[in-house]
């Protein structure tokens, strides 16, 4: 099959692919694009799977759990916030130049 190249963008890059030196041919550099755009489809569907997978192990797992009241949920979530800013309001901060060591900083 004789593939025409569509854009000068394709051709511009093909071409300082092959003054490089590191390939041989035109043909060599796309069968090496095509080989990578397969592959990362490839991996792009075992993504697409793994993920599938997890979402419906959540699902079911979901209908085996009782449900979390929200309100509960988000006060308790509230306090640790607030209990996490008052720890940062009463830990001291230790200033450059102000400590008494008697020498200059």
Do not use: H
């Amino acid at each position: 099959m004789k593939c025409l190249l569509q854009s000068p963008d394709q051709a511009r890059i093909i071409q300082s692919k092959l003054q490089t030196g590191k390939y041989r041919s035109p043909e060599e550099i796309l069968d090496l694009a095509l080989w990578l755009f397969d592959e990362c489809e490839r991996a792009d569907a075992e993504w697409v799977k793994q993920v599938r997978a997890k979402i419906d192990a959540a699902v079911t797992a979901s209908e085996q759990t009782a449900p979390l009241d929200g309100k509960p949920f988000v006060n308790q979530v509230l306090v640790l916030f607030d209990q996490s800013n008052q720890a940062k309001i009463r830990t001291p901060t230790l200033r450059l130049g102000t400590a008494r060591s008697g020498g200059k900083m």
